[in-house]
Each structure stands twice: as C-alpha cells, then as structure tokens.
C-alpha cells in the first residue's frame, strides 16, 4: 500500500488497518472520493466518508492538514443488512400455522351450527 496513493496521504494508522481489516486501499480511496455519505467526525476537522459495495459498509476518517492536504487518518467496515428484506420462513411453521387457521375456522364453522 502506497502512502500517497490517490494523490491524498495515508497515514500509517489508515494503511495497518485496511491490511487488518482486507480492505483494498482502492476502495477506500473511491469512499472518500465519492461518498453515498459524510458526516463530521469527533476529532477537530475530521469528516467520516461512507459508502456501500456489495453488502460492506466502508467508513473512511479523513481531514486537511495545516498546508490543506487531504490526510486519511483510519478505514474500517462493517456489514449492512436490508431493513426490509422479508424473513425467510421453514416450511414446517408455514404449514403449521395454515393449518391453525383452517381447523380454527372449521370449528368455530361448526360451533355456529353450519
């Protein structure tokens, strides 16, 4: 991994990580070139860049140095699961409960006197 890669400087902290973490330094690069995302981050002038590839989230902590150069301090990622994607049931509860409903309907049929 290159420390100035992408024409920004990674610190050292930033590169260790993407190597803990597998993250490609091209990736991060293209999250914090064009985020889905940003927000400010809890160090004074640090912006935290996301954005999402096939299920990862990757986060990215950058801010400009004194000489106004885009320093990337730390990269991480983490998984996204769909807010509505619909639980896959078995097909023994499915069943189980189809045939509630129908022995529940038959009887109170049949307590009516059909």
């Known amino acids: 991994m290159d420390n100035h890669f992408g024409g920004v400087i990674w610190t050292n902290h930033a590169i260790e990580r993407m190597r803990q973490r597998d993250i490609k330094q091209g990736d ?6 064009s985020p889905m995302e940003s927000r400010k981050g809890s160090a004074p002038g ?8 096939a299920g990862t989230r990757i986060e990215v902590v ?7 150069e885009w320093l990337i301090l ?22 189980g409960h ?17």
């Not at 640090?46 to 590839?53: A, D, N, Q």
């Not at 509630?100 to 059909?114: E, I, N």
Request: glycine fraction near 2%; avoid cysteine.
């Open 28 to 33: 991060a690069w293209a999250t914090w070139r």
């Open 46 to 53: 640090s912006w935290i860049y996301f954005r999402t590839y």
């Open 62 to 68: 950058a801010k400009q140095n004194e000489k106004k």
């Open 74 to 95: 730390s990269v991480w990622s983490k998984p996204v699961f769909e807010k509505n994607a619909k639980k896959k049931m078995s097909l023994w509860p499915t069943l």
């Open 98 to 114: 189809f045939l509630f409903r129908v022995w529940k309907s038959f009887f109170s049929a049949s307590s009516k006197g059909f």
